[in-house]
């Protein structure tokens, strides 16, 4: 059957869509907007699944690795006792204010340098050896500086938002079409107008995608900041599930922290989409079929 929208033709040849078409048009867009969502469950559903029936066939004993219904019992039982919120709100402001120091850091060191071709040579070469020290590096210093308390925390996650937010900001100006500014000069455009009119909507994608980026790391970093002698934060429950022997609690941090991360990520993303609705991408396309 065939799904083109229903017509009449009108004497003057014009065709006028029937009434109810458009309806069912809207009506399949909207389930093939929820079903994607969905779609993307597909895989780590499948997984569980088949993880329960190989420890229900005794395949495994799962003692290592508990099956799904063990760690969904674990999660419940956190919620129930209030740990679950708890440690998750703590680290949920850690990564917080960590990514907006970071961003705001990142943000404006990276147009400086993408900007200034002098700064760029001053700054650079110091920021990317700096950037090739682990993150575990820095705790002893930072825990000299600053204490275990939240002040060293926080400056870790930031130091790991900073470096992807910096290169992203700093390589989206760089690689911004030198003809395209060349001709906001013709206009005569000012410095300013040049910035919000021409060089802020080039990097806007690529700025988005540093700040994924970048927040994927803040929560990498904050399972390290957490390991400082932490008594709360899902980090405090992977180490407490290991110290105790609890596989299930180790897992069910794991995914608490998986959950946590793409909210955040998708919040990124919605946030992003009505000033990037100019962009006419292949990717877009895609998700639109």
Do not use: C
Request: charge should be positive.
């Amino acid at each position: 059957m065939s799904s083109a929208p229903m017509t009449l033709t009108a004497p003057n040849g014009t065709s006028v869509p029937v009434a109810g078409s458009s309806a069912r048009g809207g009506t399949r867009a909207g389930l093939i907007r929820w079903s994607r969502p969905l779609l993307g469950l597909l895989v780590p559903v499948v997984l569980a699944l088949g993880w329960e029936f190989a420890v229900y066939a005794g395949l495994s004993n799962g003692r290592l690795l508990p099956p799904p219904s063990v760690i969904l019992q674990t999660l419940a039982d956190l919620a129930a006792t209030g740990e679950l919120w708890r440690h998750s709100l703590t680290t949920v402001v850690r990564v917080l204010v960590g990514f907006g120091i970071g961003v705001i850091v990142g943000t404006v060191l990276g147009a400086i340098a993408g900007y200034s071709a002098l700064t760029r040579r001053l700054l650079d070469p110091t920021l990317q050896a700096l950037r090739a020290i682990p993150s575990i590096a820095w705790v002893p210093l930072f825990i000299l500086w600053l204490g275990i308390f939240e002040a060293s925390k926080v400056t870790l996650i930031a130091v790991g938002v900073f470096f992807p937010v910096y290169l992203g900001v700093m390589g989206a100006i760089m690689s911004v079409d030198r003809k395209i500014v060349e001709v906001g000069r013709a206009f005569r455009l000012s410095g300013l107008a040049l910035v919000r009119r021409i060089l802020l909507p080039a990097v806007l994608p690529s700025y988005i995608v540093a700040l994924r980026s970048g927040l994927g790391l803040g929560w990498m970093f904050v399972v390290a900041a957490e390991f400082l002698g932490a008594s709360e934060g899902l980090g405090y429950l992977l180490i407490d599930g290991q110290q105790l022997g609890k596989p299930a609690q180790i897992v069910a941090a794991i995914i608490t922290f998986a959950i946590l991360g793409k909210i955040a990520d998708g919040l990124i993303v919605l946030a992003a989409a009505p000033f990037l609705r100019w962009e006419d991408r292949f990717g877009a396309r895609a998700d639109a079929n």
